[in-house]
């Protein structure tokens, strides 16, 4: 799994719940590009839109998430502090941040610049770049 796949799937789990589900996640012209289960303990499984499985999350008691590719090996990490979280790579290098307040979550790439936003409403969010464009959405 590519560091810029772990970090847009690890800033996806901000939004899920910790009860089993699966999310279904759509490009901007709202073709299926995947989706996530995740089971009531925070872990998630991740899959490509043809339903091939590309990668685990597991997360410990603190909230952090060790990140997994499709062979088991380990692909990175996000730590959560508060209402942030930290994105590290496979070698531990700092990979960008999250930070949520309310429904609204703001993503920095690893220079602290920014990166883009979700806006959750009701059982969807919608995804945002840097610009203000519309690139996907999640739907429950």
């Known amino acids: 799994m590519k ?5 847009l799937l690890s800033v996806i789990l901000a939004f899920v719940s910790s ?3 699966a999310d279904q996640f ?6 299926n590009i995947g989706r996530v289960e995740t089971d009531a303990q925070g872990n998630t ?6 339903g091939s499985f590309i990668g685990s999350g597991r997360r410990d008691s603190s909230g952090s998430v060790r990140y997994y590719d499709k062979s088991g ?13 930290r994105y590290y790579d496979k070698r531990g290098s700092y990979a960008g941040k999250s930070e949520t307040s309310g429904n609204s979550t703001r993503y920095y790439d690893k220079s602290g610049s920014y990166a883009g936003r979700a806006e959750q409403s009701g059982s969807g969010t919608r995804y945002y770049d840097k610009k203000g464009s519309h690139v996907g959405s999640k739907r429950r």
Do not use: H, Q, W
């Open 19 to 21: 009860e089993s589900s």
């Open 45 to 50: 499984r991740y899959y490509d839109k043809s």
């Open 73 to 85: 090996s380990y692909a990175g990490r996000s730590e959560v502090s508060g209402n942030s979280t």
């Open 26 to 31: 759509y490009g901007p012209t709202g073709s």
């Open 3 to 7: 560091t810029s796949a772990l970090v």
